[in-house]
């Protein structure tokens, strides 16, 4: 895993990434626990597949295995809590009711600018519970980020439907969506 610093935020922010420059890239965002060892073995397993990760680089891939260099995606993973972790659901929920959403959208989006600076033609996101939700507000946040797939997470307040009417979305939630939300009613 390489350890990385984005800038064009409101400030610079840590990430992680895997994955050959200029291959398509694939962000991928934390749950409420953080960027701990699940979603580093998540991005692996997506860098494997092809997609550069901005979160694990030096972690195995599917059935243990290092993705080979030259077959291997981007995939970069924002440290949306700048390194805390919550190590129960008590701290979890505290650092998540501290997070400044809008302000990790915006991350988000500079972490789609990284990816394209570095030369990924095309770059999408997911996310896992928070990390869904934080996937919507960054896919219509971000003309640079093309398609989602949020797990669990909405969080309407962060995005307009209308703005995701032509970006692919592939949602996995318990909730409906939104009328007007792409897989909405």
């Not at 993705?67 to 650092?95: F, M, N, Q, S, W």
């Not at 770059?123 to 996937?135: E, K, S, V």
């Not at 398609?147 to 307040?157: E, I, L, M, Q, S």
Request: hydrophobic share 40%; net charge positive; with cysteine.
């Amino acid at each position: 895993m390489e350890a990385v610093t984005v800038t064009g935020a409101p400030a610079p922010f840590p990430a992680y990434v895997m994955g050959e420059k200029g291959n398509p890239a694939v962000i991928v965002i934390q749950e409420w626990w953080g960027v701990n060892e699940e979603i580093k073995k998540h991005a692996a397993k997506i860098a494997a597949e092809g997609y550069r990760s901005a979160a694990a680089a030096n972690v195995l891939g599917p059935r243990g295995r290092h993705c080979r260099r030259t077959t291997c995606r981007k995939v970069l993973v924002p440290d949306i809590y700048k390194g805390k972790l919550g190590v129960d659901k008590e701290e979890a929920h505290h650092l998540m009711s501290n997070l400044d959403f809008p302000g990790a959208v915006d991350e988000i989006a500079a972490a789609a600018v990284h990816l394209k600076a570095e030369g990924s033609p095309t770059i999408g996101i997911t996310g896992f519970c928070m990390g869904g939700a934080l996937t919507m507000g960054g896919l219509a946040k971000s003309a640079d980020i093309k398609c989602g797939a949020p797990f669990y997470g909405v969080n309407f307040g962060l995005f307009d439907c209308a703005v995701l009417k032509d970006k692919p979305v592939q949602v996995s939630t318990r909730s409906l969506l939104a009328p007007g939300c792409p897989g909405g009613g």
